[in-house]
Structures are given as structure tokens and as C-alpha cells.
């Protein structure tokens, strides 16, 4: 398919054999994840033509293990497919309380750069349409820079250990600058 839109099961294992009908066989990626946000990610990237869209946990922009070698298989490539992460409150999803994240893939056209974007506040109040009013142009255009949104290069993604969490990025982002001395 050209673009790919997808919801996968959140925090699944995917050992069992029901799983089995959904993985391509073509050999693209050469590792078999067996957590369903790394699952997803690697097959569904095996799909898509143009673009990938997916809404996951934020578990795997920064966990160890096959999330992290699944991440530095993405950052690393020399095509860097990943064009922005936008972490979202947690409730957003109706009946759980998991924190997630929107990642876009752009399988056309590779950058060295991903757009990190974190609607996540303290503000409890907010609204998730008024942070995304709020936030558009950092979102759907990859456009200026806050403390809530900025793009990162791969090679400091790389060295913060291939995390793709935005807060953290953006926090040491924060903390860097806080600290500077002029």
C-alpha cells in the first residue's frame, strides 16, 4: 500500500502462532520481534510504499532490548525513514491510561533529522484538541522550534542511546541550555 495507518494492539506478546499469518516472509528486516509495538513497527514498515503512521505506547521510543535494536536499526540506516514522533497525554485513548505516541515514517524521501514533538503537561486541564491547536504547525508541518517541539538530528538521537522519547530529548535540550554560561 502507498500509506499505512495504523492502531496496532498495545503491550501484546507475539510469540503465539496467530500472529504468524500477518509477518511478510520477503526478508526485508532480518530480526523477529516478538512485543507488538516492535512487531508492528518492523511489518508494517514492509508494507507501506509512501508513508507510515502509527499510534502505539510510547514503551518502544525508549525501551531496551528489541525496541532498542529495532530503533538503532531505524536511526542508524543510512536512509533515516523516521520523519517525527508526537507523544500524547496519557487518557487520550479511551478506557486506559497508557501514554502514547504518533510516529510517522516517511519511506520516500529520508532526512537526516526527526521532528520530536510532546503534547505531554503538566496542565491537566488542557484539552488534547486545544494542545493540538496549539501545537499544529510544530505537528503537521515540522515548523519552528519550542520547548514542546524541535527537530533533532540522527546523530544526536544516537548519542542519547537511540531514545526517541521526545520529552527526554527535549529535557536534555532544556537542561543544555539552562546550564550554558555565555
Not at 538530528?153 to 546550564?179: D, F, G, H, M, Y
Amino acid at each position: 500500500a502507498d500509506f499505512v495507518l495504523a492502531a496496532p494492539p498495545i503491550n501484546i506478546s507475539v510469540r503465539s502462532g496467530e500472529w504468524s499469518q500477518w509477518q511478510l516472509s520477503d526478508g526485508k528486516r532480518n530480526e523477529i520481534y516478538d512485543r507488538s509495538e516492535a512487531w508492528a513497527v518492523s511489518e508494517l514498515l514492509n508494507r507501506a510504499e509512501k508513508k507510515l503512521v502509527v499510534l502505539t505506547s510510547h514503551n518502544w521510543l525508549f525501551s531496551t532490548g528489541q525496541e532498542r535494536r529495532l530503533r538503532e536499526q531505524l536511526i542508524g540506516d543510512s536512509q533515516c525513514q523516521i520523519e517525527s514522533v508526537t507523544t500524547l497525554p496519557a487518557g487520550v485513548l479511551s478506557s486506559t491510561n497508557v501514554q502514547t505516541a504518533i510516529t510517522t515514517f516517511n519511506l520516500v524521501q529520508s532526512k537526516n533529522k526527526i521532528r520530536m514533538t510532546t503534547l505531554v503537561t503538566e496542565d491537566r486541564s488542557a484539552s488534547l484538541d486545544d494542545l493540538l491547536i496549539a501545537n499544529r504547525n510544530n505537528i503537521l508541518f515540522n515548523e519552528g522550534e519550542s520547548k514542546q517541539s524541535r527537530d533533532f538530528s540522527v546523530e544526536e538521537i544516537l548519542e542519547a542511546e537511540s531514545v526517541l522519547l521526545p520529552q527526554r530529548l527535549l529535557r536534555k535540550t532544556t537542561l543544555s541550555s539552562a546550564n550554558y554560561i555565555s
